[in-house]
């Protein structure tokens, strides 16, 4: 009985994010900021909105710069038979391609190792990404810190790749989602 319970639960939660990840607005890069988390909204549906920030480092000799990962947070419906609607919070994170798959990249808030995050896809246009719902813990966490920093493997390196989001704004906008 009590398996049959953890299937149910492993299996809504990868239901609530294919539902995000197929019906989510996607947002450009362009949209979202790297100083602050910003809340944007699909342009036809101002009721789909999520909260984003991103890393970006300068391309040499270019005015370009490049996204090394965007961190989204977005509230998803489930849907459970008999029971009302639930919005959950869904941690998207898209990083580059080539990074190592088989490693799940590390959230830490303010240093401290919070959770892995396993990938679900990979692809040109968004690079790959990982994506799970999150509880309140992570939340309040997120509320409460500096600083986001996301550790992920290199393909073919030892080394890992470390980027540091600021937290600044998750609060206010994190609120906005729930309006």
């Not at 609530?16 to 996607?26: D, E, K, Q, R």
């Not at 989204?72 to 008999?82: E, F, G, H, N, P």
């Not at 959230?107 to 309140?136: A, R, W, Y």
């Not at 309040?140 to 600021?166: A, C, H, I, Q, Y």
Request: proline share 4%; with cysteine; hydrophobic share 40%.
């Amino acid at each position: 009985m009590k398996m049959n319970k953890i299937y149910k639960k492993k299996f809504l939660n990868k239901l609530i994010i294919l539902t995000v990840l197929l019906l989510a607005p996607i947002t450009s890069s362009a949209e979202v900021g790297s100083k602050k988390w910003t809340k944007e909204c699909a342009k036809d549906n101002k009721k789909s909105c999520l909260i984003a920030i991103k890393s970006q480092v300068p391309i040499p000799d270019s005015d370009k710069k490049q996204t090394l990962a965007t961190a989204i947070v977005q509230l998803a419906s489930t849907t459970k038979l008999k029971e009302e609607n639930k919005l959950v919070p869904v941690l998207t994170v898209r990083f580059p391609l080539n990074v190592d798959l088989k490693k799940k990249p590390l959230i830490q808030i303010d240093k401290k190792n919070f959770l892995n995050i396993p990938f679900t896809h990979c692809n040109t246009n968004e690079g790959c990404v990982t994506s799970m719902v999150i509880n309140d813990e992570v939340i309040k966490s997120f509320k409460s810190g500096k600083e986001l920093t996301l550790v992920m493997g290199v393909f073919r390196s030892k080394d890992n790749l470390t980027v540091t989001l600021p937290l600044k704004g998750f609060s206010k906008a994190y609120d906005s989602l729930l309006k």
